[in-house]
Each structure stands twice: as C-alpha cells, then as structure tokens.
C-alpha cells in the first residue's frame, strides 16, 4: 500500500512543535503533502529538509512568514517542479508537483495551497483568477499522466461539507461559483474526490478544518477543506482514508489514504 497524507500547517515551526515528527514516525506515510510552510528556504535550511526520515521538496512564497507548500517523501523523484508557470500566484508559492517517471508509468504528486478569499473582495477575485488558472493546467496534466493533488482547496463542495452551510451561502469557501468550479472539475475534468469515493455521505467526521472562534474545534463546527483529487486510474486504488482530528498540530487536520500501487 501506497500511504499519503496532506496537511495545511499553519506554520511548520509551529507545527514541527506540536509533535508532527513524532506524529509522522508512528503512522509512517511514504509522503506527506504539507501548505501553509510560512518559512523561506533559509528557515528550512538545517533544519527542516527532512522529517521523520522523509525528505522534503518545496515551493516558497517570496513574502516571508507567507503561503509555501512542500511534499516530503520516502521516494526519489525524478523531477521536482516549484509552480505551475503563473506569474501571479506563482510568487505565492502554491505548487509543487515531484514527478516518479518509469517505463511503465508517468505518475504526479501535487501539493497545492489554493488562495483564500476570507479576508475581503481583493483575495477573493485572487481565488477567483487562481481558479480559473489552475482549472487548465490540472486538465491538461490529467492529459498527459496520472496524478494526486493533496492540498488545502478552501472549498467546501457540498452541503454535507461543513456545519453551518445554511448561514455560509454567501461566505468565501462556499460561495455559488467556488462550487460550481468543483463540480466542473470532478464532472468535466473526471478528477475525482477520493474522500467522497470511499465517504460519500460523513458529515460531521469529513470535517478538517475549525475556526478559532467560538470553540468550533470543540463542537466540531468544521468545514471539509483538505482533499485528494486524483485521476481515475489512481482514484481507483484508494482503499481506505483517515481523517485525524485528535491531532492538533494546526487548525487543519491530517487527512491520510491508502492506495493500492507502489510509486
């Protein structure tokens, strides 16, 4: 089995404080997908290359204390690609995709932070543009292998997504047109929702990502912001996911599945 699993950070000094590494030594995934690293290559340098005997591959953001992903791994990869070729959002450091090519198959890990809109109408109209840059790089990716983009979406799909759904129609993270992109990408793209495969109808055990406020992590007021979205062929392999609320290194929580196939 093939285990991988993505979590949003929040800060990897804060996160790697809270017990992650020893967190990743007990459940040994063969690569976790991470966002939100707020540190630049510097910060890393020495320090956080390598985690629980997993190597680490990354794409910073130019703002310092800002955005950043990375994949650590258990495995060599061919290729290692920081960004998706945007001169916008690339800067945000949001991408990072570790190529594993063979002779028999052309296969992609992805980490992918999406924008969020919360803060006010200017991040919104980001998401927006980021939306509709990454929709035709995914779609032609899936043309040409077979790929797992882990990552912190800030989407909730549908309304079995979050908790409140009712009073957040109007909110960034569940608006209309954030839906609709999702929908499209999983109809038209045929990128597929591994936790809704194996899941399709959890609720209030979906959720992996809680506000600060009001005590939602303690009343599980949540929303599901985290996913695998994989290419059919790879989706197929999906045999079990976990989702890891009891460990709270961030205000995400890891979400972790198991595929049938070896990289």
Known sequence: MFKLSSLNLNGIRSATSKGLPAWLEQTVPDCICVQEVKA???????????IAGLQGHFHFAEKKGYSGVGIYTRHEPSDVLAGYGSPEFDAEGRYVELRFDTLAAKRSLVSCYFPSGSSGEERQQAKFRFLNEIYPHLAQLKAQREFILCGDVNIAHQEIDLKNWKGNRKNSGFLPEERAWMTRLLSEAGMVDVYRQLQPTATDEAYTWWSNRGQAYAKNVGWRLDYHLAT??????????DIFKGEKFSDHAP????????L
């Open 40 to 50: 630049q290559a510097a910060d890393v340098a020495g320090r956080f290359e390598q």
């Open 232 to 241: 059919p062929a790879l989706a197929a392999g999906a045999r079990s996911v």
């Open 255 to 262: 979400i972790t599945v198991a595929y049938d196939f070896k």
